[in-house]
Structure formats: C-alpha cells, structure tokens
C-alpha cells in the first residue's frame, strides 16, 4: 500500500510549545517499535499536556495522519489537551473506594476545589480527576496528587494535604 | 567486631500502600532518631506482608525473629527507641514475631513468598531466599521440557480467564516465527485488586524471572510488562531491577553465560481499562488506540506486531520460577478440582483487616472474610460482597460458604476474576451500585460493538427511571433493563459488555427492594 506523501504544513501557530523540544522528544523515542506512547508520554511528561499543534509533528515523524495520531490521544483518559493545574488531583471512584465513602471525599474537593472533575482550582494549583482504582484498595478512600499517593483520605486529610502541597510552593 | 556493635536491621516497607500511609515519614523519623542517639542502624526498606490496616509496619531484627510494631506513625518513633523496640521490647504498638501473627501464619505463600521479608531491589537478596532458582534448573531444561513442566503444575491464568498457561506457552512453542514476544499484562484495572502491584514493587525480580522462563520456553526474545499509568511507583520499582538484572547477567544477551538471550522493557499504559483485555492491550502496545481484535487470530498465533505472542497476568508468570524450582508436582499439591496451585486473593473496600490472603484454592468466602478480614471496617453487618472485580457479580451472605475455586464461584453465578475481594456493609445502595457497573461501562467501552457502547449508556438511563420511577413504570423499565443486559451478554465481542449484567443482574436478583422506591421491589 502506497502510504500518502505528507506534506509539510504550516503549524498553527502556539508561541507557548517549543516546537523544538518537542521534536527532540519524537526523535528520541521514535524508533522503538509502537513508539506513540512513549512519544505522548515524554511529550505530556515535559509539556503537561499534548497541545494539538504538535499532533502534525508526531504524525510526520511516526508516518501516521492527524486523524490516527488524534483518534489515540482522545483515545487515552491520561492524555489531555488542553493544559492542566500545577498539581493533577486524582481521586479514586471504584468500588472498593465507593465502600468506604468515596463518594463524599468526591462532593467534598469538588466543594473545596470550586471545580468539577477535569476542572482546574480558581488558582491555578489542582486538577481535578477521576480514577478508577489506584490499587490501594483495602486502606480507602484513596488519592493521588501527583506520584503522591494518600490513604483513608477524611475530608480533614484532604484539606491537610492540598494545603501542604500549596506550601511548599 | 563485637556483637554489641552490630548495627540493628530495621525494616520499613517501600510498598505504595505503605507509603500512602506514611511510611517514608516513618523511615525518616527513625534514621533521624537513631542519628540522635548514636545508634547505628541498617534501616532496609522492605515490601509489605499484605496486612494493611497494620501498615505502616516497622519490624526489628532480633536473636529470636522479626518482631512488629504497627501502625506506626512518625509521631511514636521516639517513643519506640525510648521503649527499646530495637531489642524487640513490649510497646502499645508492639506485635510480637510477625510470622506468627495469625493473618499470615494461616496462609500458605508460595508466590508471595517472599513478599514483605526481603529488599524488593536487591539481586543478592533475592538470591538468598531461593531466587533465580528456577531458571537455573531452567537453563539445563529444553523449551519442550519447560512447557511440560508448566502444563503438570496445573497452573491456569490468574488474570481472570483461567485458561491453562502451559498450552498457551505450547501453542507459542510450535510457531516456527524467527521473532516471538513475551507480554506481562500488568494492567490490573479491576477495583479491589492489588496482587499484581505487589509482585511488581515487592518482588520484581520475581516477575522478571517468570518472563524469563517463560522466553525460554517458547523461544521469545523480547519481552514487554505493560503497567498501567496510575502504577508510578511499580513502574518505577520494575526500570530499576531490570536494570539490575540486566547488568547482573539475568536479562539482555547470553543470559548466565547460555546461549539464550532475552530483553525487557517497561510500557506505561494511559488510563483505559479495556487495555486490560488482551488484544486491546497488543493494540495499545502497538501504539493505536486500545480496541478489542476479533479472534481468531489468537495472540499466541498472531500477537504483537503480527507475531506469536504469550500474553499472561503478572501472578501467572510469577508463579512460573517456584514451579520451575520445586517442581509441577509440588505446586499442584496446593488446590482443589481443576484448580490447583494458590490464588493470593485481596481484602478490599470495607473491611477491617483489608489485605493481601494467598491461600490454595477451595478456601470459602466466609473464611475469608471472617477469619481473614474481621468484619467490615464500619462494626456494621456485610451486605454484599463483589468477588472478581468490576464485571463480577455482587454475592449476599447466603452464597459466603462458597469455596473459591474456578468451578464452584461459577456453579453460584459468580467468578473468581482476579481473586478481589470488596465489601460493604448495609449501608449500600444496590440500585447505585447497579447504575455505577453500567457507567463504567460507557466509560471504558472500546466502542467496537453498539450493546457495549450505545446500550450502557441506555442502561443507566434505565436504572435511573427505575430509581425514580412509580410501580407501573417499574415493572416495565425492569423488564426493559433484564432485555437490555441480555442484548449486551449476547452482542458483545468480549468481557466488558458481555459481563457488565453481571453485577447489574445480580444486584436485581439478590437486592430487588434496593430498586424502585421500596415495596416496588418485587418486580425485579
Ligand atoms: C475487559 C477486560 C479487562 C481485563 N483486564 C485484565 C487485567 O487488568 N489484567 C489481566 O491480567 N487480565 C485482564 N483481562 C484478561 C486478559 O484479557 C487475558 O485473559 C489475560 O491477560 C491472560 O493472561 P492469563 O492467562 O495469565 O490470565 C481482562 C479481560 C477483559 C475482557
Ligand atoms: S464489548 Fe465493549 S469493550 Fe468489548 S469489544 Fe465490544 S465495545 Fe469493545
Ligand atoms: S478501588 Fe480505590 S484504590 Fe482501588
């Protein structure tokens, strides 16, 4: 099958992502065979989310169209495209969670966050996001901020936590 | 060197759940004390023993064993040292010789072995307690002879399918591919599950093991574990001791000097439960989005890349080097019926003493739960009980005296899964739990078939009219969600939106006066 020659456009323009970053990423993870997600991650990992001015470079580079390199972006929950808090607030929703009042701790950051899920705190500072188990299912209800993770999390531990992590900026 | 001035080993675990409870605190507050002090002390950050509501547990080295102190918060460290806990000394939080508290010394840990006793990153380590044991009796074993010898333990797949792993090691053993692969599944989206996350921060060499044995067998010489995203701390745990068995000879080019190589690397998943699912996770693997592939192919014919693949749980293939170093006889001792060996099964949700149990198979629910778990956290009655992750159904008191074995959950409507376990008093909403196994569905769908994708979101739509409804709407909205379940069981290529009416039917049948307000009940 003849792959379509890609033709090199112009990127929209997003004076906030340093294209060349970016491209160094790509290069540095091309080769290994199924390189997409190790590219997303590393791009994420550095930029905080996926901007979609980058997604003509991967596609370029991985010999991929647009339309694949965002059907697996939108694919991922992980993934985000738009830019996220400071700090990434997940808490968990699953059943063993749910047990043990995860429910509550939900309504309680949303109150005290001022946000929904996939929202971001008025200052700037949290993301809130939902996640399906964090495997630490006999001592909930869990979150992590972060790579930080938090065990029988009371509304009081959560209040603690966030307002340790706001000082230490 | 006198004995005086041996320094005193101290354990604190390094395992995630430790952590999130402060353990890193913890092992702080005691190099900082004993500093203070004087006292010199080889503090080894260890893996968890699996008892959670203990944790974190510090555990001192004495002449008579290793004796416990949990939970401990950083607070009562100078506490301790005041008290001499590192002469084993009686202190509120003291709990005699670890091994012999009650919860561990009742099961029987053949994988788990050496979870929670050893330094997860040490190679000489995990040498000393019988590891790598099994590959070297493997080296001198032919690909044929370690298929055999894994088809004789018995040993089915522990990620949920419990399909026999030594034929599928067979199958991937008579491709003649010049390239095969090895893919670990550690991917563990099911709530209430944790067995995996502990191999991997606890014991990886364990698991590097299993896959390396498992290359062996096949002709593999490339493996992946992919690890789910929100598993930051197994990921990185399993970098580190690939690192170090590779420069150690275990892994990469001519391993221990034979003329078999194998070579490891982590993948890191992005949140999508259907990458659990086998073919979906080759998709991910790939790099495409994670939709489910028909079958046939089966991965072991057409799996990574288009080659003959062995995909396995991570507890599958970390049972493979204490089968390969005792032998099939011995594993298949463990068990009942056709399910032989042990299954580490997890206390979860609401539960006083939540952890890790690995026990054989045919142990029964109410064993587990009385004995082992103590009750629900909350004082309160158990109400239901949901084994086998989110597609599992939720089981009342009346079903506890099951035994856990493949055959017998089954015979009661239920699955073993991946042996979770999660509790809940009687303060559960059934018809909520109902509608929650119905969300997650929408929002995990592959979207490759319409009961799975169009008909989840219709069936949240259902409970809800049921919840809210008056009886006449009732009756025929039930009617309408028992149709809908039967559609997704029957129109779904695989698991998630054939078992997704699995806990929504149970809940019905077991929890009818939960649906519709009150008395309305009884038309579930
Ligand atoms: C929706 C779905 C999710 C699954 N999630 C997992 C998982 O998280 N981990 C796992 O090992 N197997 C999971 N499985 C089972 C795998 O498809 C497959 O059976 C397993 O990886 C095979 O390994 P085993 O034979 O060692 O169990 C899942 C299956 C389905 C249908
Ligand atoms: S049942 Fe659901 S998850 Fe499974 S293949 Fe179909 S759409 Fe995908
Ligand atoms: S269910 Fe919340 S951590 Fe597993």
């Keep these: 099958m003849q792959i379509e020659a890609s033709v090199p456009q112009a990127v929209p323009s997003d004076p906030s992502v340093d294209l060349n970053q970016v491209r160094s990423i790509i290069q540095e993870f091309k080769t290994l065979p199924g390189a997409m997600l190790p590219v997303l991650h590393a791009i994420q990992d550095a930029l905080g989310h996926v901007p979609p001015s980058v997604v003509p470079l991967i596609a370029d580079e991985l010999n991929l169209s647009r339309a694949e390199v965002h059907g697996v972006i939108s694919f991922y929950h992980h993934f985000r495209q738009q830019p996220a808090g400071r700090h990434i607030v997940q ?50 209800p869990n979150m992590q901020i972060d790579d930080d993770l938090h065990a029988r999390v009371s509304n009081d531990k959560f209040n603690r936590v966030l307002r340790a992590k706001r000082g230490v900026q | 060197m006198s004995a005086l001035n041996t320094p005193v080993t101290i354990y604190v675990p390094r395992d995630s759940t430790a952590l999130a409870l402060g353990a890193d605190q913890v092992a702080a507050a005691i190099a900082q004390q004993a500093a203070q002090r004087g006292i010199s002390i080889n503090l080894v950050r260890n893996g968890s023993r699996g008892m959670f509501w203990l944790e974190p547990l510090v555990e001192v080295a004495t002449a008579a064993g290793r004796i416990g102190y949990g939970p401990v918060e950083s607070d009562d460290v100078a506490a301790l040292f005041d008290a001499g806990f590192l002469s084993g000394a009686q202190h509120s939080s003291a709990l005699g010789l670890v091994e012999e508290i009650p919860y561990l010394k009742k099961q029987e840990r053949l994988t788990f072995a050496r979870v929670g006793i050893t330094d997860p990153l040490s190679l000489p380590d995990y040498l000393a307690h019988e590891g790598y044991a099994g590959l070297r009796r493997a080296l001198g074993m032919s690909g044929a002879e ?69 290359a062996l067998a096949v002709g593999a010489t490339r493996g992946y574990i992919y690890v789910r995203s929100e598993y930051p701390h197994a990921i990185a745990v399993l970098n580190q001791a690939i690192a170090t068995a590779n420069s150690a000879g275990y892994l990469g080019d001519n391993i221990l000097g034979s ?75 463990y068990g009942m019926g056709r399910s032989l060996g042990t299954l580490p099964m997890q206390l979860a949700g609401n539960i006083r003493r939540g952890g890790l149990v690995e026990k054989a198979f045919g142990v029964t629910l109410r064993e587990l739960l009385q004995d082992f778990g103590g009750g629900t956290a909350s004082g309160k009655p158990i109400r239901a009980v949901q084994v086998g992750g989110p597609l599992g159904p939720y089981l009342p008191p009346l079903l506890f005296d099951t035994k856990l074995d493949y055959e017998a959950m089954a015979a009661v409507g239920g699955m073993l899964g991946h042996g979770g376990i999660v509790v809940f008093d009687d303060s559960v909403d059934m018809a909520k739990q109902a509608r929650y196994a119905m969300e997650f569905c929408a929002v995990e769908s592959c979207g490759k078939c319409t009961p799975c994708r169009i008909g989840s979101t219709r069936g949240v739509e259902v409970i809800d009219k049921i919840v809210a409804g008056e009886s006449h709407v009732v009756v025929q909205q039930i009617k309408l969600l028992r149709d809908l379940c039967d559609t997704m069981v029957n129109g779904s290529l695989c698991a998630m939106g054939s078992m997704t009416p699995l806990p929504v039917l149970s809940a019905l049948d077991h929890f009818p006066e939960d649906f519709g307000k009150g008395q309305l009940g009884q038309a579930a």
């Design chain 1, 91 to 140: 808490i968990c929703r699953a059943e063993a969670c749910q047990a043990v009042g995860a429910d509550a701790l939900v309504a309680h950051a949303k109150a005290a966050l001022g946000c929904d899920f996939h929202g971001t705190s008025s200052d700037g500072q949290f993301t809130l996001e939902p996640v399906y188990c964090l495997g630490q299912c006999a001592c909930g």
């Design chain 2, 259 to 333: 003329a078999s190589s194998f070579h490891l690397e982590v993948r890191k998943g992005a949140g999508a439960y259907i990458c659990g699912e086998e073919t979906a996770l080759l998709e991910s693997l790939e790099g495409k989005r994670g939709v489910v592939r028909a079958k046939p192919p089966l991965p072991a014919i057409e799996g990574l890349f288009g080659k003959p693949t062995v995909i396995n749980n991570v507890i599958s293939l970390a049972s493979v080097p204490i089968i390969l170093a005792r032998g099939a006889a011995f594993y298949k001792n």
């Design chain 2, 146 to 214: 370690l298929v055999q010898e894994v088809l004789d333990s018995g040993l089915r797949g522990r990620g949920g399918a419990a399909f026999p792993t030594g034929i599928k090691w067979k199958t991937v053993a008579a491709t003649s591919a010049k390239q095969k692969y090895i893919v670990c599944n550690a991917d563990e989206g099911d709530s209430g599950t944790f067995s995996d996350r502990m191999v991997m921060e606890d014991d990886p060499f364990m698991l590097i093991e299993g896959m390396t044995i498992a």
